[in-house]
């Protein structure tokens, strides 16, 4: 089955960090890059940045700050999204997404979501 | 930083036909796709390409691009249609990608 697998929930403190993962099954995971996106509760989505699962560059979105992370472990066919110096503000879900196999690209295939919660 | 537009909520009733809209300055040059968000789910691709339809959406989802604006058409709308609708699309430079606000279509 084609899916990206993601933890339900994550809970944290102010200021701690956390990683989620996302773990593709079904395809070739270096066939696509994955992208990260979040939406904050009750709010729309907003697009990350994506990482070349090839080559593990990767893009953030502008205004993004250094406090994030994207990375891989092709070996478990698994992306992962790290937050450092968490604020309450980045409670929210955050979803890993596929881009299409080829040009122009789009987000075919969706993770379920990971609801962060950062609170004291 | 580059933002698309779209209207917070549209309402119609089973039968009739559901029109959103997405407006931005480099729409004319990047192609939109439009995701449907039901609640609590991840959302999915509904058109792809400004037209185009992935398998498994039904024949009354389509999308028109003219100039800076592009539509959502649902014809024929169900209640199961009922969801939150995102486009999104890419800078001038192709190199970001934008979400719009989201539109909540309610079906009455």
């Known amino acids: 089955q084609v899916q990206l697998v993601q933890p339900e929930s994550e809970l944290r403190k102010p200021g701690a960090s956390v990683r989620i993962s996302c773990e593709a099954s079904?395809?070739?995971?270096?066939?696509?890059?994955i992208n990260w996106i979040r939406q904050a509760p009750g709010q729309g989505l907003e697009w990350m940045g994506w990482?070349?699962?090839?080559?593990?560059?990767?893009t953030f979105a502008q205004g993004l700050t250094g406090r994030y992370v994207f990375s891989l472990d092709t070996s478990v066919n698994t992306a992962y999204l790290q937050i450092d110096s968490l604020r309450t503000e980045d409670t929210g879900v955050y979803f890993c997404?596929?881009?299409?196999?080829?040009?122009?690209?789009?987000?075919?295939?969706w993770g379920q979501g990971t609801l962060v919660t950062v609170s004291s | 930083s580059y933002a698309l537009t779209q209207p917070p909520s549209v309402s119609v009733s089973p039968g009739q036909t559901a029109r959103i809209t997405c407006s931005g300055d480099?729409?004319?040059?990047?192609?939109t796709y439009w995701y449907r968000q039901k609640s609590g789910q991840a959302p999915s691709v509904v058109i792809y390409?400004?037209?185009e339809r992935p398998s498994g959406i039904p024949e009354r989802f389509s999308g028109f691009s003219s100039g800076t604006t592009v539509t959502l058409t649902i014809s024929g709308v169900q209640a199961e249609d009922e969801a939150v609708y995102y486009c999104?699309?890419?800078?001038?430079?192709?190199?970001?990608?934008?979400f719009g606000g989201g539109t909540k279509l309610t079906v009455l």
């Open positions: 997404a596929r881009y299409s196999i080829s040009s122009p690209y789009y987000f075919d295939l």
């Open positions: 079904g395809y070739i995971f270096t066939s696509h890059p």
């Open positions: 990482i070349n699962t090839i080559s593990g560059q990767s």
């Open positions: 480099a729409l004319s040059r990047q192609f």
């Open positions: 390409m400004d037209t």
């Open positions: 999104q699309s890419a800078d001038f430079t192709g190199t970001y990608r934008v």
